[in-house]
């Protein structure tokens, strides 16, 4: 309901009779667009009530309107805009647009560059090829529901909201122990920082960190949102080639050596997008050089928990680094994009100003939906989960692999990983990915935040997310594929 | 689990037994908090696969470690790190630390003004005094809970899952009916642009359009993590005082006129944290300025749903200016804490460059929450639920004024607010609310994010957030409010 005691002004001296008055300023809500057709007028009772009028005034007015085609007096219903005003709407419509939210607009806003490739609107039966999603099918929506029902109970959530921001959330604790179990970190619930998801705890991690001009070390190629964030807060990026072992570490060292380096961003486990997993002794040089020219390093550790063989290395951050290392890791590519939870750990007093930036960003967390996620943690329920996903997404990885290998392998190389959600798979250079992927989303087969084929030295490569998909879609996905080559 | 099939490694060649090697290795994994106490070992079996070891020669080391006290055999739960340690436990625990999250820590962050107050533990029988919350008994637990039933659907996320992140949601069409019909936007769906809550709004519209360097205009008082949103981005504040006609126009003039400003934060309706509403005259001059100087407005309107008279006016951004109005409300203050939902209307060019800011914040929102929030608006679930919390609210703001009136009015001044959820409550400048609140806090009575008794020039005063407390409650607040005066 509009505002009408302040819309609809009644002048008492005015030679117009009131109910004109009243007919006439709503002729002109319409028209201002203000009351849309359809809208519902209200009660003759309620507004004479409002305007300190007697009903009879209201109904006059009403009966002006009506009989001008403006609104109609539906049985049952009450008085609506009329829904075709064919004389003013384009006119008023337009006027009024150039009124409100469009006109010049806000004036010299910055301009990003696009963090995801265009946008689509999804259609039924065709299949999305994600850089490495998680399928939530999986997770049983059994188990879900019963943890949010808990954490919809009013004591919960009534305790939640009175508890201060800064509280500790059971999530903190449950994380804690999870980690301590699945990282081998030394931590205490201090240590952990619960956020909506692994790209906030890069946000705020990179904020506090970054100031314009820094140089900031990243892997060539490396995750592409992460390097839009460091480069929107004034950082220089300096690439770094990766490699079969990972990142280059002897170029990194000539790098430090040459320059003042104010953070490294490294994925040594699955890197994104190549899904290459470091080499030890790559590691060990590493930790060498982060401890030896003291520098902050972002680890993003987002898949750590999905090893088709049971032989992950410990992240960087368990070994000797000082403090130095913020490790940064995901629980939406666990428990899939309804729960957007990531985490942080680092010092206590780091966490304090991720702490401080975090409330100017959103302030705090959804209460519910930590509480669910502390609660698959506690039951064992989230373990459970990621051991069947692990089965299911083994089996997924070697289908997909056999079958590129089968039908794509003279104009693809690609390396299976052992584990996590996506293959990387580089096309030779022959055929161009850019064209392959438009025709193939012609067919059906669109590419969500996978694609590497454009800016200055295309890498001719996209991630296929294999975990999400079934064995059928699979097969079609890369039928489509290969139907699109030439 | 750790990945033991790297952390354990057997040397073919040594003089050490097998059995030994592998003994020697879990204590170093528990001297280094690795294996903490009461951490449960593989079994014998999984371990044999694992280092491809006869069993016997697992069962041998065990046997070791559990007559040496570090692990013990537990039947039917297997074998766990000894909860005591005494001889090594400090010794390592002090020394791992400093090999992880301790040490000299993350080189050179910045460190952040405190945005919020000190941070508290509740206990049991304190009442807290916020800033204005809602109070969330009011909403019906089964109502929310059958929503999120609703869109808890595997069906629905998993199609969530699919859609794109920039893809409408149902909460973006469902706002845009709400606001088109309480605030007299003529808005499409691509004007709508959901987010966290109002902060995360404010964080982005603000980092898009403030350069460090750019001078903004605030409100003196103003919403304190607003200032320190724009400060962080390195905005010069300036500051225009309010008075009980809201933020002095004439002056915004004079600042105009000598000043580059680049943006400017208002909250027209019940200003934060005042209470405040900004009569007509000043915001006809407000919009006549915004228009002849253009510059980006950001219009923060945080709780425009909670009006106890019946007669808000309508925001600034309904009336004509040009798109330079950044509009910002807030659903969390309608559905409590656990709706974590905020929106930004503005025009599709700027929401554009926020939808690429937003991804580089969190990707996207809860799926969940938002569908849920949805269905709540479009039922009649949320109109419902506002109505009758006016209702309540303006009882506990007549029952407090009244309290207030009767047991302090000698040491304070307040102006009861027509609408809202706090009143803004000014000691005299006799008495010092910092004192107060410190000898407030000893008798259970907690301030949250609500005083302005800090900062160069003081107000003395603070937001007596009504809304979330009960009758008995808010007697006892004001009863140990006036026992902490002297």
């Not at 209200?42 to 409002?50: H, I, N, V």
């Not at 006109?103 to 490495?132: A, R, T």
């Not at 480069?231 to 050596?257: R, S």
């Not at 935040?449 to 200055?456: I, P, T, W």
Request: a neutral charge; charged letters at 25%.
């Amino acid at each position: 309901m509009l505002p009408y005691k302040n819309l609809i002004i009644i002048k008492d001296k005015s030679q117009i009779p009131v109910y004109k008055q009243i007919a006439v300023q709503f002729i002109g809500l319409i028209q201002e667009g203000k009351l849309p057709p359809g809208a519902l007028l209200p009660s003759t009772r309620s507004l004479a009530f409002d305007l300190q009028l007697h009903r009879k005034t209201i109904t006059a007015a009403y009966e002006v309107l009506v009989s001008e085609d403006w609104i109609d007096n539906l049985p049952r219903k009450g008085y609506i805009v009329s829904k075709d005003l064919p004389l003013v709407r384009p006119k008023t419509f337009r006027q009024n647009r150039s009124n409100s939210f469009s006109g010049k607009g806000v004036p010299n806003f910055q301009k990003l560059n696009p963090v995801l490739p265009h946008h689509f609107k999804e259609n039924k039966g065709q299949i999305i090829i994600d850089d490495g999603f998680p399928d939530i099918s999986l997770l049983q929506a059994g188990v879900i529901s019963k943890q949010f029902q808990k954490s919809l109970d009013y004591f919960t959530y009534r305790a939640s909201l009175r508890k201060p921001v800064t509280e500790h959330y059971n999530l903190q604790t449950s994380l804690c122990n999870y980690l301590k179990q699945t990282r081998g970190f030394d931590i205490e619930t201090e240590n952990v920082f619960v956020t909506r998801g692994a790209q906030m705890a890069i946000y705020i991690a990179a904020s506090l960190i970054i100031r314009p001009g820094d140089k900031v070390i990243v892997s060539d190629p490396s995750y592409f949102i992460a390097n839009a964030v460091f480069e929107k807060l004034g950082a220089q990026l300096i690439p770094v080639p990766v490699d079969e072992e990972g990142m280059c570490t002897d170029m990194i060292e000539e790098i430090l050596k040459k320059n003042d380096i104010r953070m490294m961003y490294v994925i040594p486990h699955h890197h994104h997008p190549t899904t290459v997993t470091m080499s030890v002794e790559r590691r060990k040089h590493l930790l060498h050089l982060i401890n030896q020219y003291d520098i902050a390093v972002i680890e993003d550790d987002y898949d750590y928990d999905f090893q088709f063989k049971y032989d992950p290395y410990l992240p960087l951050a368990s070994d000797d680094h000082g403090g130095k290392i913020i490790y940064i890791g995901s629980l939406t590519k666990v428990l899939g994009t309804p729960f957007r939870l990531g985490y942080m750990i680092s010092t206590t007093e780091f966490l304090e100003e991720a702490n401080k930036m975090r409330r100017m960003i959103d302030i705090r967390g959804d209460v519910i939906i930590e509480e669910a996620a502390a609660n698959l943690i506690n039951n064992g329920d989230l373990t459970r989960h990621i051991q069947r996903s692990n089965k299911i997404y083994a089996q997924r990885c070697d289908f997909l692999s056999k079958l590129l290998f089968k039908e794509l392998n003279d104009s693809i190389t690609f390396t299976k990983p052992s584990g996590g959600m996506a293959i990387w798979v580089k096309f030779n250079p022959e055929y161009s990915l850019e064209k392959i992927v438009n025709k193939a989303e012609k067919s059906g087969l669109l590419f969500y935040g996978s694609v590497y084929a454009k800016g200055e030295k295309p890498l001719n490569a996209f991630r296929f997310g294999f975990a999400s998909l079934p064995e059928d879609e699979l097969s079609t996905a890369v039928e489509i594929l290969k139907n699109s080559i030439n």
